[in-house]
């Protein structure tokens, strides 16, 4: 049982850790872009802004994908959801879990297989940031393995346990809209 | 076989225009062994994804401005070094030049070249009139590359990034106060609103390129081959003079829309080109003996 | 018929996927997958990564999180009982009197706001209970509100509007200009509704408000400095062309942190709350769009996007026509989905139709932003409908009939765009062009 406890508190410490990473990225955007602004007004130039600013832009999401799986952020249609008897709820979580588990490992595959040969290939950005982009790349790959192993871990828990962990904040969800 | 054509520029480019010609030509010639389906404006992949997308088979064929690639190989730059080669007759003398490494250097990425079209001959835009390098200090130039930054700062011109789709607000807002680019940005982007003049300085013709998947070109019958590659050549010649065209076509509307067309006072122009050796000398450094090559080739002729 | 057949099969699996709750984003990767794997050789797998990586690491995208951002801030502040207080005197003597505060407290909002639930929530958490107190008749109090703050989506910034604008390759700055014209008409249409009710609705019996002499109002309209100054910061901005949208929302997030502070509302949990929300929300949408660009890539390899916009050009439909064939599809599409899923979801199709047909892409913007603001409002699904159920337990059957409306005043609001295209094109062919 504590090899069980020590994964599930590692496993949301994972979550957690990625969604504060993405945070911090949000905050990297918002210093490019001043950084870039003053630049502009004091005649200066800060090569490869935009680049960088796409790169946080990318971690940002994919860090915080499984985060925001886990409270509810991300939009489904519910209706059937709702609408479906308690036994066959959980069949039909099982399923979506299930949907997306697979289409996120197979991601996560060929994600692993796209930075391999950025790096083979060495891809270097074509912008004046010079990056070689299996670097940003590799967050797009960590962010999308921590999706998958989030939704694996619903689909377990779905599973075995009746429901799934998804703590859902219908306030939260809906400042999007 | 169904050949999806990634292109980056809009379906109304002269570029778009001749790749769709090209199609026909490889559709109607194979009887259908080879279809061509070209899919303009980057809607299939961008303009930056469709080297990598092609060398990996994700679509057989594809449209390319490769200088874009120079930050991978600086052979990619060749046809981008300013004041190198300054007319059509002379960018087709380097081509000449190059297209051997060129093709070779394709060749270790899985990619079989077709055809090459250039664009319109860049020239120097300006918002007031400028007869020598040394009136260019201290004026805000458009860069968009390591090339175009290093320009700026031989002439003695204020770098600022502009992305291509912010060109005509920069210049209205006064953010940036020239820039080097064809006639036909220019045109497009109805500058005259903000800029007086247009110097044909000529300064490089960068080139759009085709080109296929090696593995897939070799799985493809000879005689599909041969038609794809007679219909290569009537492309080149094809987007050649579509080039040539086009050039008087925007320049005249660069004029019509109030700005002054011409050539550069010979004081710049001896200027520029004094600049125009510096750069070709850093673009032989960082190309090698390969670049050497090229350049040695292209000055015999 | 090829075609057909391809239809049926994208259409089957998407409903299928979506439909049995599997989420956006992740229902839009696998209908592709599924499209990509039956028609074409080409290897999935890569070119799945190939888009979605150029799709997810867009520098123009970076707008979306900014604003989105500044919103959480705003929405932790004491901005709404400001508002109130600010905009309650100038409203009281015109027919209909508080009720307006509704509308004009979102058209207010929705100037620094992305959002329309955003909107919705913070205009709503004063006015509901003010003007129940004052006896309004509450399907007014809810219908007015639940409609009013889909203006969140219209008035610059707009979540919508950026999403719409990356997924057609258009200046999100120009699209932001283009809703603000269409947005106070509407945001009139609104207050128009509200003034004839005010005369002829038999349940109209509201408390009377104490008069206020001019100089008591013009002093009480000093808690709306604060909104206003943040306002004319993001959007007076990008009008002048000192800033892109982008530069416009990191403008929007720094002058909120400091209105926040200003206000004392700022501490680390407010901090923290709000860049957390904005970074799920964010991811939300990134979710979405990023399988939406995979989806994209699929259906143009099957060549359907051309093939239908082909067929369509076919049927030789005028404009009106065609414009009132979307307003049916986007309002039954609306029901179901929600507003980014719907853009990001049909783009790929609708666009090469709406080029061929010679309509403008950034008045269609706004078009478009019209029916997913109905969308928000028309159930089964519809998030400002959810929100307000939240916020005042009413049954969400009661809060869709009191907006019905709304919806109404949005349909008429589709023709008079159509009437007067101008009210989307004049800003932004007339504004001052900016950085970007
Ligand atoms: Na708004
Ligand atoms: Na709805």
Redesign the interface.
Known sequence: MTVLRGLRSGLDFLYLAAGVLAALCLIAILGLIVVQMLARWTGEVFPGAPDYAGYAMAAASFLAFANALNRGSHIRVSILLNAVPEGFRRVLEIWCFGIGTAVMWYFTYYAYRFVYWSWKFNDVSQGQDRTPLWIPQSVMLFGGAVLAVALTDHLIHVIFRGDHRITRDLDDQSHAE | ETWDMPMAYSASNFHSATGAEFAECVTTGTGGEVEIKTHPSGSLFKGADIKRAVQTGQAPIGERLLSGHQNENALFGFDSIPFLATSFDDSDKLWRAAKPSIEKLLAEQNLTLLYAVPWPPQGLYFKNEVTSVAEMKGIKFRSYNNATSRLAELTGMLPVTIEAAEISQAFATGVAEAMISSGSTGYDRKVWESLGYFYEVDAWLPRNYVFVNTEIWNGTSEASRNVIMGCAKLAEYAGNWRAKEYTGFTLQGLRDGGMNVGPASEQMTAELKEIGDTMTNEWLEAAGDEGKAIVDAFRAE | MENISVIILFLFVLFT???????????L??VA?VGMELF?T??V??????????A????T??AL??F??M??IL?RTRLSEDMFKGLAPWMAPLPGGLVHTNIVGCTVFAAVSG????TL?TVGKMSIPELRKRNYPETMVIGTLTGAATLG?MIPPS?TLIVYGVTINE?ITKLFFAGILPGLVLAAMFMGYVAVYSKVGKDWNPTPEAKLSFAQKVKNSRFLAPVIALIIVVIGSMYL?I??A??A??FG??GSLLLALGQGSLNWKTF?DS??????????????L?GAAFLS?SM??T?LPRGLADLIAGWELTRLELLMVLLVFYIVLGC??????SVVLTMAVVEPMIRQAGIDLIWFGIFIVVVVEMA?ITP??G??L??MQ?MTHHEMSYIARAAIPMFLIMVLMVFVLIAFPELATYLPNNL?????
Not at chain 3, 45 to 54: E, N
Not at chain 3, 56 to 59: K, R, Y
Not at chain 3, 432 to 436: E, F, I, K, L, S
């Open positions: 996927l979506l439909g049995s709750g599997v989420w956006v984003g992740l229902a990767m696998g997958w074409t080409r290897p797998g890569d070119v799945m990564l190939t888009t979605i990586w150029s997810s690491s867009s520098w995208l970076t999180p900014m989105i951002w919103g959480e929405y959002s329309s639930a955003a929530t989506l979540l200046s062309g800033a892109t982008t530069e929302a990191a997030v720094i923290t860049l957390m929300g904005a970074t799920r929300t964010s991811a939300m949408i990134a979710l979405i990023a890539l143009g390899f060549g179901f989905l929600d507003g980014i899923s928000q089964p699904i998030f400002n959810f929100v939240g001052r062009p900016g950085p970007a």
